[in-house]
């Protein structure tokens, strides 16, 4: 029997409703609360919510103009900046965004919800905000928190780290090891990994198998390594039952999108030719779906829009949540920013790093390269040089290959396994 716990999010950028979206099947109620926008939040604490929130996206598109914009988003980005993980400063001291959070609970940020969701069954957050809510405004049951990046700041770890009994469910050794680092008792972190849809992981293999006969077009790759595909995947069909797809996802802040434009006109000959599919994620942003079709309109494609290219958009996120990894079994490569999208990579996904945004996702961009799972990506006006060297040497099959050896895919069943206990 199935043991139900409080799911927790914000919807604040897409990571930390993604993080939870997962964990919907052991909500209570089968609802997935949000903490900055749930139907009888006080007027006060909505205020705080979308001050912080459209700071945030503001900065974040902010950031493309020249020199003012990077500059500005420079001195933002130090609030949440990630130290070097050796080095000799004092990293168990609060940072400047705890300093600034915690005066906001005793004023009674928060109180509310908690006093709203109060009981014995277990909090999950996906937002460390809400987790140090639970606690200062002593929420009865155990109280959990899921690290959403494979790196992270301070900001994660409560005020005093070593008296709180927050538990923590990691996605790597490294998170693990910079919250040991910050205050947080080793007890009180769960390595887990990051908790990835079940829908694609129970069917990984055979989206594999069609995968990798689009990534190896030359066949370079299982010439070298038919053994290492024969063992994990067993025997591929003789062609793959897509064409060659690629998922281009814009982040939740909006960034980026005019990329997307750019891969698809650097691309239409191929389009035309029915030789690639190209897979446009505007998320719920109905201003980007609507850039994304006036573009492709302009562009002569009009008419592929659900043949040779997609676009993927809803009004709410769970509908959106539920297209794009419906996308995903079909996709055969991810372009994105390194955001929380990284860990996607163990569902067998290489990943084209789109420019990463924040500190936290120069930390992903880095984590992917090391573990082979992604690499950066070139020059638009080149892509199909670049793309098409990488397919034929079979570079983009290794990478899909190693992501699927090596990724964590069980962070949701292990995270459910730990709430039951």
């Not at 949000?34 to 939040?41: K, Q, T, V």
């Not at 006060?44 to 988003?73: C, N």
């Not at 050794?173 to 680092?181: A, E, G, N, P, V």
Request: charged fraction near 25%; charge should be positive.
């Amino acid at each position: 029997m199935n043991k139900k716990a409080w799911i927790v999010s914000i919807n604040m950028g897409y990571g930390h409703q993604r993080t939870a979206q997962p964990l919907k099947f052991i909500a209570k109620d089968n609802e997935i609360i949000c903490a900055n926008d749930y139907p009888s939040i006080p007027e006060k604490d909505k205020k705080i919510w979308v001050s912080s929130r459209s700071f945030y996206e503001a900065i974040s598109r902010f950031k493309k103009v020249p020199l003012l914009g990077e500059f500005a988003f420079y001195l933002f980005d130090l609030t949440q900046k990630i130290n070097e993980f050796y080095n000799d400063k004092d990293e168990l001291s609060p940072n400047f965004t705890q300093r600034r959070t915690y005066p906001l609970f005793a004023k009674g940020w928060g109180k509310h919800l908690i006093e709203k969701l109060n009981s014995e069954i277990p909090f999950v957050s996906s937002f460390y905000n809400t987790a140090f809510m639970a606690e200062y405004f002593n929420y009865k049951g155990n109280i959990y928190c899921i690290v959403c990046d494979t790196d992270i700041s301070r900001s994660w770890a409560p005020l005093s780290a070593k008296n709180s009994r927050i538990k923590y469910f990691t996605p790597n050794k490294r998170t693990t090891q910079r919250l040991q680092s910050y205050g947080v008792k080793k007890e009180n972190i769960i390595l887990s990994g990051y908790p990835l849809p079940l829908e694609n992981t129970q069917n990984i293999v055979e989206d594999m198998k069609n995968r990798i006969i689009n990534l190896d077009p030359s066949s370079k790759y299982r010439e070298k390594y038919g053994f290492v595909i024969r063992e994990k995947l067993g025997k591929l069909p003789p062609e793959s039952d897509h064409p060659l797809t690629i998922t281009f996802a814009v982040g939740g802040a909006g960034a980026q999108k005019e990329v997307g434009v750019k891969l698809v006109r650097k691309l239409k000959k191929q389009i035309l030719e029915k030789r690639i599919k190209i897979v446009l994620v505007a998320g719920t942003k109905k201003k980007i779906k609507d850039y994304f079709e006036k573009e492709i309109i302009n562009g002569g494609l009009g008419d592929f829009i659900n043949h040779g290219l997609e676009i993927i958009y809803a009004n709410n996120f769970t509908d959106y949540y539920d297209k794009f990894n419906l996308a995903l079994r079909k996709t055969d490569i991810l372009w994105t920013k390194p955001s929380e999208l990284s860990f996607y990579s163990a569902l067998g996904l290489p990943i084209i790093i789109a420019p990463p945004i924040g500190s936290q996702e120069d930390f992903n961009r880095r984590w992917l390269i090391k573990s082979g799972f992604g690499i950066d990506q070139g020059k638009i006006e080149n892509v199909k040089d670049w793309l098409y060297d990488w397919l034929d040497s079979g570079y983009l099959a290794e990478l899909a290959i190693e992501a699927f050896i090596e990724g964590e895919r069980d962070g949701t069943n292990n995270i459910k396994e730990e709430i039951e206990k």
